[in-house]
Structure formats: structure tokens, C-alpha cells
């Protein structure tokens, strides 16, 4: 398969003015972001690199990152972490408080904000260092020790993040959050600004394409019973109250962040990420959206 005379077609065919939706601007230092940058990059299975764009430049992941946690929660406690969040679709908005009430405090899913604070509760309650634990997790999966947090990032969202605080306080009042809600918080708002890459990201995610295991050391992170799971709550919950649409759309597992950068994995096969900072109406990348259709498209490969 000709990878970069796809991606090349893909870049040549799409631009940021066949959109129109906007920038995140609830996270202030977002807003600030050139809407103009668009990137993609694919990591295959044989080791290749191929890529167009600001595919190297770095961008706020946000959400993409509950991915890591979640993985290093089910490392931690396996199947018990159900008792503690559902695997079902919201059909909400990723930042909905509705569903809770009726739902005695249990999210839907680890990737709505609800789910992803009670991971965040999860790893302040079991490890020392958390905001430490996720960096090296991931820059061992990268295989990259400059990944970092972005601090303004974290700190802009500190500022807004009143519906993460009443998320995080809620929970706490149904009896669905252990510690206190200040160092989850502050764990969950480092953890949504790291700084990554398009290229930073297929590397990073090629472990769900691969069964666990970095490709380049062949060390494994992950026993497959977990990949298999986390690459099913990508598939049917990455994308919120998207997840139908972008199954039918691109037909890969994937998640999205409010930065604009949405990575999505082939099975065995490659891991793909791509960044385009404006977001459709359900805070998803619009024009990423677009260009991954465009890959299994072309490719004639997904996973259906
Ligand atoms: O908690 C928030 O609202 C953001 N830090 C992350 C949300 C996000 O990325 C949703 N994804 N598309």
C-alpha cells in the first residue's frame, strides 16, 4: 500500500476552508490556536513513517489522553474498574452532567469527562506520583522523553473548568469519587494539556494496534485482554455522542480531543493521527474526521 501517495491525495484534496465550524474557545488558551494547521501522520506495522503537514508540530491532546489513563487504570485493577464506570455509549456530550443522577454517580464510559475523573480518582488514590506515573508511561510508549505537560494549558483550563469541578463534586456527593477533588482535578487538567504531536501520537497508539507491545522493543505494556477492550470502548465511545457517526464515517476504534487532533488504529496493521483545531458542533476535529474517511476510503480498509 502506497501510504504517502494516499496521504499526499488527502492533503492536496482537503483544506481548513471546506469547514466551518470553530475553534474550542471554553478553554481560553485554546481559542488562540492558527485554525489554519492541519497535519496527519501514519505509523504502519512495518515500521514506516509517513506524513503531510504540521504533523510534527506539537498540539493540546486533551481527551485523546484518557486513553493512556484508562490504560493504566486497567493495569491497576483490571476488571474491578467496572464497578466504577459503565462501557455503555452516552449519547451525551462529553461534558454532560445529566446522566449521573439517574445513574447513582456511575459514568457511562471511561472518555466522557465523568468517566475520565473517575479514572483520575483512581490513579491520585493508587500511585505517588501520578502527573509523573503519565508522563513516563507515555513517553515510554513514544519512546520520546521531551513529552510534557503544557502549563498555561492546564492552568487556562483550571481557570474555566467549572463543569470538570462540579462533574468531580457531584461524584463525590453519589459516593462514586474516593479522595479529595482538588488533586484529581489537578491531575485531570495536566493530564488533558500534554503537549503531543500527530507523529508523537500514531507512535504512542500503536500499542492498540499491536496487541500491547511497543513495535520497536517489542516490549509488552499491555496484556492483549486489555487492548481488546480499550480498542472496543474506542470504537463504540471515542467520539461521545459522535462514536455512531464516526464509526460509519471512518470505520476504525479512534478518540478525539478539543485541541482538534483525533487518533484512530488498524488492528495489527498501523496506527493513524491527524490535527485540524476546528471542531464540528460535537467538539470532534472536522476536518480530521473528514480525512480519515478519506483513508479507509481510499485504503478500501477498516475494520468492518
Ligand atoms: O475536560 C475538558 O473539557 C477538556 N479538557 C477535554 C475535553 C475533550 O477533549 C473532548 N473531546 N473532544
Not at 64 to 70: G, R
Not at 157 to 183: F, H, Q, W
Request: aromatic content about 10%; proline content about 5%; overall charge negative.
Amino acid at each position: 500500500m502506497d501510504y504517502q501517495k494516499i496521504l499526499d491525495s488527502i492533503y492536496e484534496e482537503m483544506s481548513y476552508r471546506d469547514v466551518t465550524g470553530k475553534v474550542a474557545s471554553y478553554i481560553p488558551e485554546l481559542a488562540k490556536i492558527d485554525p489554519k494547521k492541519f497535519g496527519m501522520h501514519l505509523y504502519c506495522g512495518q515500521k514506516q513513517h509517513y506524513g503531510f503537514g504540521d504533523s510534527e508540530e506539537n498540539f493540546s491532546v486533551q481527551s485523546i489522553t484518557k486513553v493512556f489513563t484508562l490504560a493504566m487504570t486497567m493495569n491497576i485493577m483490571g476488571e474491578d474498574l467496572w464497578k466504577r464506570v459503565d462501557v455503555e455509549p452516552s449519547g451525551n456530550p462529553f461534558n454532560s452532567l445529566t446522566q449521573l443522577e439517574q445513574e447513582s454517580g456511575i459514568p457511562r464510559n471511561p472518555f466522557i469527562n465523568a468517566g475520565a475523573l473517575v479514572i483520575s480518582d483512581i490513579l491520585v488514590d493508587h500511585l505517588d506520583n501520578p502527573k509523573e506515573d503519565l508522563l513516563n508511561f507515555v513517553r515510554k510508549i513514544t519512546r520520546d522523553d521531551d513529552i510534557h505537560y503544557d502549563p498555561t494549558i492546564a492552568a487556562s483550563e483550571k481557570s474555566t473548568g467549572y463543569r470538570n469541578i462540579a462533574l468531580a463534586n457531584y461524584m463525590k456527593a453519589l459516593g462514586n469519587i474516593k479522595c479529595d477533588v482538588d488533586p484529581i482535578l489537578d491531575f485531570y487538567f495536566h493530564q488533558c494539556s500534554l503537549a503531543m504531536s500527530c507523529k508523537d501520537l500514531a507512535k504512542a497508539f500503536m500499542i492498540f494496534a499491536n496487541k500491547g507491545s511497543i513495535l520497536e522493543t517489542g516490549e509488552n505494556v499491555l496484556k492483549p485482554e486489555i487492548v481488546k477492550r480499550i480498542n472496543a470502548l474506542m470504537q463504540t465511545c471515542g467520539f461521545y455522542d459522535e462514536a455512531g457517526e464516526f464509526s460509519f464515517e471512518v470505520g476504525l476504534p479512534g478518540k478525539s480531543g478539543v485541541g482538534g487532533g483525533i487518533v484512530a488504529i488498524h488492528p495489527e496493521n498501523y496506527s493513524v493521527a491527524v490535527w485540524s483545531p476546528i471542531l464540528n458542533p460535537k467538539g470532534n476535529s472536522e476536518l480530521g474526521m473528514k480525512a480519515l474517511e478519506r483513508l479507509t476510503t481510499l485504503t478500501g480498509v477498516s475494520v468492518f
